[in-house]
């Protein structure tokens, strides 16, 4: 026999049949005006009753009517953290105090910070940059690093913050053509992700990097195959820069994609150049080549039929002794990339599954440093440039990055923070509330374009000069001058090591030699590298 306790379950049902009731006799002895009440209750329920019947949720079942509370809670979660709850540090995936500084510098309010840091300046991981006591002033904060090695016929004066990859279709038009407009007016680069060059980016005219990956979108046969005709055409367009080869992206590496045959619109179909109305594969991993050396003879025809523009591949390290194979390629063929993009796990403007995103994949730092090192152990670091992605969003963020060996830095998140998004987490469901990562026309018509591509450039602006000015503190005149030993790091004992002792440069050619004292992990994976194979030796 049911006890009263466990029946109380039905309260808040019971409540809403009684209630309907009492509306109806009231609407019929006292005023129709108790009929509105009265439709709400019967509404309420219809839907408990709806509750007890239905085989997929028991909470609903055991609670009918008061159990969908549970689900409007979960549904609001995110909100309400992000405003009422979490602190200003708290990184979920980007502090408030980040987002706060990207929001400020573009619109160009205040972004000083009153009553000094917040930081825990004695927890593990804080790292600092070491000031001179002569700082230098620098007026000139347009900073620039050329791209192009010895076979490059049209090398790239890029700046040293640029748009990373986010492809149109992930994106909104409104947004696309925002951030490639900004770019246009601060005079740097727009990575137009795998969605290859829509006529959003051919409408703002910036500088852009066209990327090819693994579905080769804009240069792709109709078996879903590398098409050198179809890139030709793209790459020769004058707003294309560099090429960059996609192998692998941090928000997800090692894992491929399909987009939908019901997402994928007229003008998605367009940039894209894939028939509508059939669902569209990524795989994940190319077809054009699987060896290191074919890759190195890929990037070779990429650059010759491309005029001679840069050309490099972006990757999120994985298997250390797999880009050993490529390096060890690169030295056998002679084919050497104009540059390599690092991304780091911590990117993530591409959907993943929640595995991807939090388990595969190196960390920006510490994959930096590995490629950075092995490029100096081959001998050939002075003809790759290195770019490097992984929340980059602050001029600390790339001053660090510098001195762990990139040469410039992109960012993607940063530069939607710049465009409106607030971190509403909603990119994979169309529902953008800010129109940034949406196909919905309705919403994407929110984002104004002229408005925002203004912030972006501004946001570009503002954090050069204050990279103009943290370089300057450290007494130095460039920020490529930055190294490993201008930082600081507090380790987990609470003990202070230079930048240079935790993330050392190892010498030039030591990969090479035959000294066995220097680099012992790095050339163990070595020994075991194949320019032929990827696969593991036996």
Request: charged share 20%; glycine share 10%; hydrophobic share 40%.
């Amino acid at each position: 026999m049911p006890d009263f306790g466990s029946m109380m379950r039905y309260a808040t049902f019971a409540s809403v049949l009684v209630l309907c009731f009492i509306c109806l006799i009231a609407a019929l002895l006292w005023t129709g005006w108790m009929l509105i009440p009265m439709v709400f209750f019967a509404a309420m329920s219809l839907l408990g009753l709806h509750d007890i019947r239905q085989p997929d949720h028991s909470i609903l079942r055991n609670y009918p009517v008061l159990g969908h509370m549970r689900f409007l809670f979960e549904g609001i979660r995110p909100e309400i953290r992000q405003y009422l709850i979490e602190s200003d540090q708290d990184e979920e995936p980007f502090s408030r105090d980040a987002r706060s500084l990207v929001y400020q510098r573009a619109k160009g309010q205040e972004d000083k910070r009153p009553f000094g840091t917040r930081m825990r300046v004695y927890d593990a991981g804080y790292a600092w940059v070491t000031h001179s006591v002569v700082p230098i002033e620098i007026e000139d904060t347009d900073f620039r690093v050329t791209i192009g090695g010895s076979a490059c016929q049209q090398p790239y004066r890029a700046s040293l913050y640029n748009i990373s990859a986010m492809s149109f279709g992930s994106l909104s038009g409104n947004a696309i053509e925002a951030l490639n407009t900004g770019a246009k007016l601060g005079g740097f680069a727009h990575d137009t992700g795998e969605g290859s060059v829509s006529r959003y980016h051919k409408k703002a005219g910036g500088d852009l990097i066209y990327q090819v990956a693994s579905g080769y979108f804009g240069c792709r046969a109709d078996n879903g195959t590398f098409d050198p005709d179809k890139f030709q055409k793209t790459a020769a367009l004058e707003q294309v820069k560099m090429i960059e080869l996609k192998l692998s992206q941090g928000a997800k590496p090692g894992h491929g994609g399909m987009l939908p045959a019901s997402k994928i619109s007229s003008e998605i179909a367009e940039a894209r150049g894939i028939p509508m109305g059939k669902d569209c594969v990524s795989p994940a991993a190319h077809s054009a080549f699987s060896t290191p050396l074919e890759m190195m003879h890929f990037i070779a025809q990429l650059r010759e039929l491309s005029g001679g523009k840069p050309v490099g591949f972006k990757l999120c390290i994985g298997h250390r002794r797999e880009f050993m194979c490529m390096v060890k390629a690169m030295l056998e063929t002679k084919i050497i990339p104009d540059f390599i993009v690092v991304d780091g796990t911590e990117g993530g403007t591409g959907a993943a599954p929640v595995e991807f995103a939090n388990h595969i994949g190196m960390p920006m730092v510490e994959g930096l440093t590995f490629v950075n090192n092995t490029l100096r152990g081959a001998g050939i670091r002075d003809q790759v440039k290195i770019g490097a992605a992984g929340k980059v969003v602050s001029s600390f963020d790339i001053a660090r990055a510098l001195a762990l060996g990139a040469d410039w830095c992109n960012s993607a998140r940063g530069f939607m923070f710049a465009i409106g998004c607030i971190q509403a987490q909603a990119c994979h469901t169309n529902h953008c509330p800010v129109g940034v990562a949406t196909q919905d026309p309705l919403r994407a018509k929110a984002l104004d374009v002229t408005s925002k591509s203004q912030r972006v450039a501004r946001f570009h602006q503002n954090t050069l000069k204050a990279l103009g000015e943290v370089t300057g503190a450290a007494g130095l005149v460039h920020p490529g001058d930055f190294m490993p030993q201008h930082f600081m790091v507090r380790m987990g004992d609470k003990k202070m090591v230079e930048g240079s002792e935790a993330y050392a440069y190892l010498p030039e050619g030591f990969l090479l030699s035959t000294n066995d004292d220097i680099g012992a992990d790095y050339r163990k994976r070595w020994a075991r590298a194949d320019a032929a194979s990827f696969a593991p030796p036996s």
